[in-house]
């Protein structure tokens, strides 16, 4: 009898506990809904754009890069300035009797960090040739754009001076200088409510350039291997929108170089008159003493130092006698290596003598 009892009482007990069975059930499928509405909630926060945190949000690190490369283009432009200040003392120092009035004009391309350049240059000079020394001035005028992610169009007036010293032992030192006026139309990305600014920026560069030139073939044929520095200042700006800003501060970029020069005067007897030269440079300037990038939001601000620019630099060139008062001047330089290049850059012009 007491078996049969216990068989009877714990018949409704099972009954009860089966029935347990789709209330849990039915609770947890209910906890595990509303976790997963919460997360996707959550993912849906992180994805609309916050104007308050423009600079901190993960998926805004693509932006971040293009404004800082953008920015970049300043860097760029002042390098390939630099680069070009010996150019006159170089295609004199085989002839340095074509000194005179000369003028060239340029197509530069090249490319950094996702980003297209384009510049197109008029170059205008006179230098005198007195015994050892070469002296001269030059002006220029150049405009351009960089297109990507963004938008920037420039352009840059220089003027500037140059000097070259060299002894008949074969030592010699190249000095220039240049003053900049940079005139820039920025468009960032939209984002930032920065649509359209110019802005403008002073530069000042310097070089001296020490080397010596062996004569060969009865001083028809040269060598000559050199070390150089150069130097600028660059002034700062900022541009503000209503969710963020973003600047350049002033800064003192240098470059240190090392490089050969090859010359060769007169191709043959038929061309006597034309003189050839080819150079590879290695070019060494680190970013730590260039322009910082500062992006700032409503909740932070975050800084970037320069980018590095060490590359190779070569370049070929040729000045052949048209007339005994004119000659013609032509030029091609690349550079390959590094986060800036150059993919070419033709030049082309005249040299006369009054």
Same mark, same amino acid.
């Given at each position: 009898?007491?078996?049969?009892?216990?068989?009877?009482?714990?018949? =409704? #007990?099972?009954?009860?506990?089966?029935?347990?069975? =789709?209330?849990?059930?039915?609770?947890?499928?209910?906890?595990?809904?509303?976790?997963?509405?919460?997360? #996707?909630?959550?993912?849906r926060a992180v994805a609309?754009?916050?104007?308050?945190?423009?600079?901190?949000? !993960?998926?805004?690190?693509?932006?971040?890069? !293009?404004?800082?490369?953008?920015?970049?283009?300043?860097?760029?432009?002042?390098? #390939?300035?630099?680069?070009?200040? !010996?150019?006159? &003392?170089?295609?004199?120092?085989?002839? =340095?009797?074509?000194?005179?009035?000369?003028?060239?004009?340029?197509?530069?391309?090249?490319?950094?960090?996702?980003?297209?350049?384009?510049?197109? &240059?008029?170059?205008?000079?006179?230098?005198?040739?007195?015994?050892?020394?070469?002296?001269?001035?030059?002006?220029?005028?150049?405009?351009?754009?960089?297109?990507?992610?963004?938008?920037?169009?420039?352009?840059?007036?220089?003027?500037?001076?140059?000097?070259?010293?060299?002894?008949?032992?074969?030592?010699?030192?190249? &000095?220039?200088?240049?003053?900049?006026?940079?005139?820039?139309?920025?468009?960032?990305?939209?984002?930032?409510?920065?649509?359209?600014? !110019?802005?403008? @920026?002073?530069?000042?560069?310097?070089?001296?350039?020490?080397?010596?030139?062996?004569?060969? %073939?009865n001083d028809t044929l040269?060598?000559?291997?050199? %070390?150089?520095?150069?130097?600028?200042?660059?002034?700062?700006?900022?541009?503000?929108?209503?969710?963020? #800003?973003?600047?350049?501060?002033?800064?003192?970029?240098?470059?240190?170089?090392?490089?050969?020069?090859?010359?060769?005067?007169?191709?043959?007897?038929?061309?006597?008159?034309?003189?050839?030269?080819?150079?590879?440079?290695?070019?060494?300037?680190?970013?730590k003493n260039g322009s910082?990038? @500062?992006?700032?939001?409503?909740?932070? &601000?975050?800084?970037?130092?320069?980018?590095?620019?060490?590359?190779?630099? @070569?370049?070929?060139?040729?000045?052949?006698?048209?007339? =005994?008062?004119?000659?013609?001047?032509?030029? %091609?330089?690349?550079?390959?290596?590094?986060?800036?290049?150059?993919?070419?850059?033709?030049?082309?012009?005249?040299?006369?003598?009054?």
């Amino acid at each position: 009898m007491a078996s049969e009892a216990t068989k009877t009482k714990t018949a =409704p #007990e099972a009954k009860r506990q089966d029935s347990a069975k =789709p209330e849990e059930k039915l609770k947890t499928d209910n906890k595990a809904a509303e976790e997963a509405e919460k997360a #996707e909630e959550d993912a849906r926060a992180v994805a609309v754009f916050n104007p308050d945190d423009w600079f901190t949000v !993960h998926d805004n690190q693509p932006l971040i890069q !293009h404004t800082r490369a953008l920015l970049a283009s300043r860097q760029y432009i002042f390098s #390939e300035a630099v680069s070009q200040l !010996h150019n006159r &003392t170089e295609s004199l120092r085989m002839s =340095p009797d074509r000194s005179g009035s000369w003028a060239t004009i340029e197509q530069r391309n090249g490319h950094f960090m996702g980003l297209n350049a384009r510049q197109q &240059t008029l170059n205008v000079g006179w230098d005198m040739h007195s015994d050892t020394e070469t002296a001269g001035i030059s002006a220029s005028y150049t405009q351009g754009k960089v297109k990507g992610e963004g938008q920037e169009k420039h352009w840059l007036a220089a003027a500037g001076a140059y000097y070259s010293w060299q002894s008949a032992s074969g030592w010699f030192i190249d &000095t220039a200088s240049r003053y900049m006026y940079l005139n820039q139309a920025l468009s960032l990305d939209p984002g930032l409510n920065i649509n359209r600014s !110019h802005q403008e @920026s002073q530069m000042l560069a310097g070089s001296l350039r020490n080397g010596y030139q062996f004569r060969m %073939v009865n001083d028809t044929l040269s060598i000559s291997p050199y %070390v150089g520095v150069s130097g600028g200042v660059m002034s700062g700006y900022s541009l503000k929108g209503e969710d963020a #800003e973003v600047s350049l501060s002033s800064s003192t970029p240098y470059f240190a170089t090392t490089g050969i020069l090859a010359q060769k005067r007169g191709l043959g007897s038929a061309l006597p008159g034309v003189t050839l030269s080819a150079s590879l440079e290695y070019q060494y300037s680190p970013g730590k003493n260039g322009s910082t990038t @500062s992006l700032s939001d409503r909740q932070s &601000t975050r800084q970037y130092s320069a980018w590095s620019d060490n590359r190779y630099r @070569s370049s070929v060139s040729l000045q052949g006698v048209i007339s =005994p008062d004119l000659s013609l001047i032509a030029k %091609v330089d690349t550079s390959f290596g590094g986060e800036f290049k150059t993919d070419y850059s033709g030049q082309v012009g005249f040299a006369w003598q009054f």
